[in-house]
């Protein structure tokens, strides 16, 4: 049973910050080729944020380049992304990916909201 559970979101001020986490049981995230944070806005697209790879290169919207950093815990099966200068624009619904040639798989999802 393969489960990714994305939590951290919530409610914050512009300029303000929020760490998310994705908590992966089932799979090992160091068996990932890749593990993603895509975001999706009401009646927008789902769009890729940010990604880190197996050797840990990360790369991320330019969007937020600068301000948003995806990282990874082995240890504690875990992947991160800390976003800081938050603006409303980061409004969404955030999701994490796992994926290798062999499956991927979503989380639920965890919502946040950047208000003015």
């Known amino acids: 049973q393969v489960q990714l559970v994305e939590s951290g979101g919530g409610l914050v001020q512009a300029g303000g910050s929020l760490r998310l986490s994705c908590a992966a049981s089932g799979i090992t995230f160091s068996s990932a080729d890749a593990i993603g944070w895509y975001r999706q806005a009401p009646g927008k697209q789902r769009e890729l944020v940010a990604t880190i790879s197996s050797g840990g290169s990360t790369n991320y919207a330019d969007s937020v380049k600068g301000r948003f950093t995806i990282s990874r815990d082995n240890a504690k099966n875990t992947v991160y992304l800390q976003m800081n200068s938050l603006k409303p624009e980061d409004t969404g619904d955030y999701y994490c990916?796992?994926?290798?040639?062999?499956?991927?798989?979503w989380g639920q999802g965890t919502q946040v909201t950047v208000s003015s």
């Open positions: 990916n796992a994926w290798s040639q062999w499956y991927a798989y």
